[in-house]
């Protein structure tokens, strides 16, 4: 018998806070992990942007089930020396901190 299996935003909300507290490499044998700490002091235009979102494509198997506007990665400035990094899933907005 097939079973069925369903995640809710609060499910993959919740993977991808695993995977960004988590260091590349984190687990033996894998490269599983956020290289969130490349995108420090580089500009999104450099690439790295993109690479990331590639990466948790990659990492989190699931996400690649949804469309491929569903990830988004964007920022904020809120200081003159500070930047909020926000990844938005299905509506659903991941502060990064």
Known sequence: ????VSFTPAD?????????STEVDGYLGSTYG???RELLQNPFASGLADAF?????????LLTLL???AVDLSYVDTAPDKRLIL?????RTI???
């Open 1 to 4: 018998m097939a079973q069925t």
């Open 12 to 20: 993959i909300e919740a993977q991808i806070r695993h995977w960004l």
């Open 53 to 61: 979102l590639a990466k948790m494509r990659t990492d989190i198997p």
């Open 34 to 36: 956020s290289p969130i």
């Open 87 to 91: 990844i938005s899933v299905l509506g």
């Open 95 to 97: 502060r990064v901190n």
């Open 67 to 69: 469309p491929a506007n």
